[in-house]
């Protein structure tokens, strides 16, 4: 008898929190890949979200999530058929991975949404077979960043805007010579981004290719050029994940990093750094450029009120926030013709200066590996570490990694990504 | 009669979340980490995800420095927690302060203890400046880097003693408290040393406490993965981190899932050897 008197207290209980539950229906599950750094997350749940709740009454519970559990969430929930995550948002690359897993996505032609203009290359680019899967988001890429006192260390006759790898080494190697240390540093953490360095910098500079020309002599060199580079980068390179904390301490006087991970030292003392265009090699200026879109999974309870918050995402007006605030660039003509100051015009410049040279040439992230997306760029990271920090025989690990990445593109039926 | 069945009833009643708790956080998903770990990507029975993970450049590495931390910590641990316990349990003045100081670390994760050596250690951390400004160096050390695994290896150590030895002494100094009193006052009488009292009377009556402290740290010195990741990153991989690597970052959970596995069986194979290894007789208990 008692038992049954608990167990029924019990059910009452339950019965309340599902009703409380139910009561505040007007909230949306926001999942992202991006905004993951601990600044970068409360400066949009604080500038970004806030408003929207403000003015909306809805409130927008932000989840944001390294990509495995961010798919793995994804892919729970198409299995049960009910979506909980209203609107998600992620790389570029990542949207058709979602389709093959199972998750679709049907949106309505961005460019209905009032007051902006997307800039059409970028809505093409959220289409599959016609039909839009995202709206575009935010725009970034990776730069070079110096603290001016790095400057007069510049080898002869190099132009900092206008710079070679060849050049880089050098410079690296007077800092070295003059202050004693290793002043070059690199993201090569675990959760670093310097696997993109490698993948769409290093190797379509010296190669002409991510992919194609892995193993070939163009490449044997590229990687004899970093083991003679890696003597003069910091050796915490090899933990670090941003490049802006150890640019503010002056571990490091140059970096390479993601717009956003460089933003914060710039930000801090825009007067102590100048940024630059990634160096060129011979065939060329490689960058990426990084694209992130906004979805929504067909079959969301409320579609109408996840696309408001689309809607507010991609307005110009945040779209600028974002860009003072974070340093991901803007996706809607609008907002691109808005002109920062201070630290963001420098990030803003140095894109324009990358994008515009004259040697550019933009590589692009792979698309259609589906659900191993996640080991492209370990391949290449797998053979920095076996090259660089362990010392093995170039040829013999190119020939394994090689393979792998073949293997990678065959068994998915993947394309190459570009160049 | 019906008093006895109401009492294992609520036995049953009692251990019924614990059970319900283990199964399904604990059995159901190591069920599917052993299905995971040998599942095609299409389905079906493959072994393939082995031998990616035993050809793997970071396999070998990962088990030597799992089983070389393992062994670097375990000792250490246990002889500073013994002393710990010795000294608290002497119930001299200051003892319970010395108690609480002591377990502060219990209260941190294992991140929060990394982060707090790695402001420590890192090239502008405390220990550098400390140094610089006594005079002993004239440019900072750099610890961790991939130059001197030595010293990733010590600062790894050093987080995991300072983070979990009062595990290990709360265990021990609950054993020492259970040694009947009578059995250290026979030792004084017949004149022995306090060494010969360490070694003759409390060490083999703390035995059990010893045992079950050693499986758990071995255990948990297995899986340490906080102090890792933020001290080393990937250049000290360890079984545990390079499964964290392979789900979160390669997005591949089928080794991911090999690893968790290779960590279970190489757990219980220990824990079964401390189990034979330090089996206590009844009459060692020591319980009056």
């Known amino acids: 008898m008692k038992l049954s008197r608990s167990f029924s207290v019990l059910l009452l209980l339950s019965a309340l929190v599902f009703l409380a539950g139910a ?45 495995a559990p961010f798919f793995s969430r994804l892919q729970a929930e198409a299995r049960t058929g009910r979506f909980e995550t209203d609107v998600f948002g992620t790389l570029h690359g990542d949207f058709p991975a979602l389709l093959a897993e199972g998750i679709p996505m049907e949106l309505p032609d961005p460019q209905s949404l009032p007051g902006r203009t997307f800039i059409e290359e970028l809505v093409k ?9 995202y709206v575009p988001w935010t725009q970034a890429t990776y730069l070079m960043a110096a603290n001016k006192k790095a400057l007069d260390y510049l080898p002869e006759g190099a132009d900092v805007g206008a710079l070679t790898y060849a050049e880089l080494l050098e410079w690296a190697k007077n800092l070295y010579e003059a202050t004693g240390s290793a002043k070059l540093g690199l993201p090569a953490g675990p959760q670093g981004l310097f696997g993109r360095m490698l993948h769409g910098y290093l190797y379509p500079a010296f190669t002409g290719h991510q992919v194609q020309k892995f193993d070939s002599p163009d490449a044997v060199s590229m990687w004899s050029y970093l083991k003679e580079l890696w003597d003069y ?27 956003a991970r ?3 030292a710039i930000r801090e003392f825009p007067d102590n750094f100048v ?50 605030g974070t340093g991901f660039f803007p996706t809607t003509v609008e907002a691109a013709s808005y002109v920062p100051q201070g630290a963001n015009k420098l990030l803003a410049d140095a894109v324009a200066a990358q994008a515009s040279a004259p040697d550019a040439l933009v590589s692009l992230l792979p698309v259609g590996l589906g659900a191993r997306d996640g080991e492209y760029v370990p391949t290449f990271k797998d053979a920095f570490e076996a090259i660089v920090l362990r010392g093995q025989d170039i040829e013999t690990v190119l020939a394994r990694q090689g393979a792998r990445l073949r293997e990678l593109f065959e068994d998915t039926g993947a394309d190459y990504p570009q160049p | 009669m019906v008093r006895i069945l109401r009492k ?49 450049i970071h396999f070998p590495d990962a088990l030597k420095n799992t089983l070389l931390l393992a062994l670097l910590i375990i000792p250490a641990q246990l002889v500073l927690a013994f002393l710990a316990a010795l000294i608290i349990n002497k119930q001299g003045r ?63 150590v050093i987080t995991e003693v300072w983070r979990a030895t009062p595990l290990v002494m709360v265990i021990l100094l609950s054993g020492l408290q259970m040694i009947a009193k009578d059995y250290l006052e026979a ?50 991989p360890v079984l545990a981190s390079e499964s964290f690597h392979w789900y979160a970052i390669i997005r591949h959970e089928y080794i991911a899932s090999a690893y968790a596995l290779l960590l279970m069986v190489l757990s219980v194979l220990v824990t079964w050897s401390y189990l034979v290894l330090l089996r206590t007789k009844e009459e060692q208990l020591g319980v009056m």
Not at chain 2, 100 to 106: K, N, R, S
Not at chain 2, 210 to 236: D, H, K, N
Request: overall charge negative.
């Open chain 2, 187 to 236: 030792a004084e009488i017949f004149g022995c040393s306090w060494w010969q009292k360490v070694r003759l009377v409390i060490l083999p009556l703390l035995k059990p406490s010893i045992q079950s402290a050693l499986i758990m740290r071995t255990i948990l010195a297995f899986q340490v993965f906080g102090p890792i990741v933020v001290l080393a990153g990937r250049l000290l």
């Open chain 1, 125 to 133: 680019l959220g289409q599959v077979d016609g039909q839009q899967i």
């Open chain 1, 23 to 67: 009561s505040a229906a007007q909230t949306l599950n926001f999942a992202s890949t991006q905004f993951r750094p601990i600044e970068e997350q409360q400066f949009f749940r604080e500038q970004v979200l806030a408003p929207f709740v403000a003015e909306t009454g809805i409130q927008v519970n932000m989840i944001a999530e390294e990509y």
């Open chain 1, 275 to 324: 940024l630059f265009p990634s160096p060129a090699g011979p065939y060329g200026r490689a960058f990426i450029t990084v694209i992130n879109g906004l979805g929504i999974p067909k079959g969301v309870q409320d579609f109408d009120l996840a696309w408001r918050l689309i809607d507010h995402l991609t307005h110009p007006e945040t779209q600028v926030i974002v860009l003072e």
């Open chain 1, 262 to 264: 460089l933003g914060p």
């Open chain 2, 8 to 56: 294992v009833q609520l036995s049953y009643l009692l251990l019924a979340p614990t059970l319900l708790f283990l199964v399904l956080f604990f059995f159901v998903p190591l069920v599917q980490v052993v299905g995971t770990a040998f599942r095609a990507r299409g389905g079906g029975f493959t072994l393939a995800h082995w031998q990616r993970l035993f050809t793997d």
């Open chain 1, 233 to 259: 980068v910091h050796p915490s390179s090899a933990i670090y994940e941003n490049m802006a904390d150890p640019l503010l301490l002056e571990e490091v006087w140059v970096a390479w990093d993601h717009t």
């Open chain 2, 94 to 156: 200051g003892s319970t302060a010395l108690l609480y100081i002591y377990a502060i670390p219990l209260g941190i994760s294992d991140l929060a203890a990394g982060l707090i050596w790695l402001s420590i250690f890192t090239e502008r951390g405390y220990l550098n400046s400390l140094l610089q400004n006594l005079g002993f160096i004239e440019r900072p050390i750099l610890y961790l880097s991939s130059r001197s695994p030595q010293w990733l290896v010590a600062a790894v």
